[in-house]
């Protein structure tokens, strides 16, 4: 049985323009392309995908899952290897949410008494397992830029793609520390921290107010990004949006 692209999208919750880029990359052909020029994908493609998926969820980009895909013989064999490595990332994150919990104790003890937080058990990287990819979730509706964060972002190496995340989970936490101190997200320490994070986004591509917006929406929509907000700090990733949509009006508009 043969499913066209779309459906291949519906399923996977890859977008049709991912998938053409990965054709184009040589990484997923189409079993076949039809006389109306769509793609159709079988089951040996929907299962390559399925191992894509999951080498970008450990954090692997675009160019080292090409070649671990090139140099695998037997798909079962490399099926249970991907299996070993996710249950090593399910006993990471465990680790790690033993130190999120803490964390949280930390915030809510401050809130209660106003005592300061130095202390604070900060996780190292509460956004591993989030890739950078995941904008173009956000930005269905903005297809330029969620094409060139795509293409930017597959050709970084796991390095980069870990100092990312590092980052990325700094700017939370200082975040959750205005939140905690009663900072409204208008105030200029909030606007500051955004206006950091629009410039890392920058480098990749600059962002219009409508799309700034959007990705500020996936701190409260996106399952995953929601998540990793709100161990932090309840009501977290609200206040990012808010903080980003202050920014995109007043800045970027």
Request: charged share 25%; glycine share 6%.
């Amino acid at each position: 049985m043969a499913w066209p692209i779309a459906e291949v999208a519906r399923m996977s919750g890859v977008t049709a323009r991912t998938l053409r880029h990965y054709d184009e990359i040589g990484l997923l052909p189409p079993a076949r392309i039809g006389t109306n020029g769509h793609r159709y994908y079988d089951e040996r493609e929907l299962l390559r995908l399925q191992q894509i998926l999951v080498l970008r969820a450990l954090g692997l980009g675009l160019t080292e899952i090409g070649r671990v895909l090139a140099a695998q013989i037997d798909e079962l064999a490399a099926l249970r290897g991907h299996h070993r490595r996710l249950l090593a990332e399910r006993d990471r994150l465990d680790a790690l949410a033993g130190t999120v919990s803490r964390t949280i104790t930390e915030l809510e003890q401050s809130r209660k008494d106003g005592s300061p937080m130095t202390g604070i058990n900060r996780p190292e990287n509460l956004f591993e397992g989030i890739q950078p990819a995941q904008y173009e979730e956000s930005l269905r509706a903005f297809p330029a830029l969620a094409e060139e964060v795509e293409r930017r972002t597959s050709a970084m190496s796991e390095a980069e793609i870990e100092a990312g995340h590092r980052k990325r989970t700094a700017q939370m936490i200082r975040l959750a520390e205005l939140l905690a101190a009663g900072i409204p997200a208008d105030a200029d320490p909030v606007q500051s921290e955004i206006d950091a994070q629009y410039r890392a986004l920058a480098e990749l591509r600059p962002a219009s107010a409508e799309e700034y917006r959007a990705i500020g929406r996936s701190c409260v929509d996106n399952e995953q990004w929601h998540a990793a907000y709100e161990t932090i700090a309840p009501g977290l990733a609200a206040y990012q949006r808010d903080a980003i949509e202050v920014y995109a009006t007043t800045r970027l508009s």
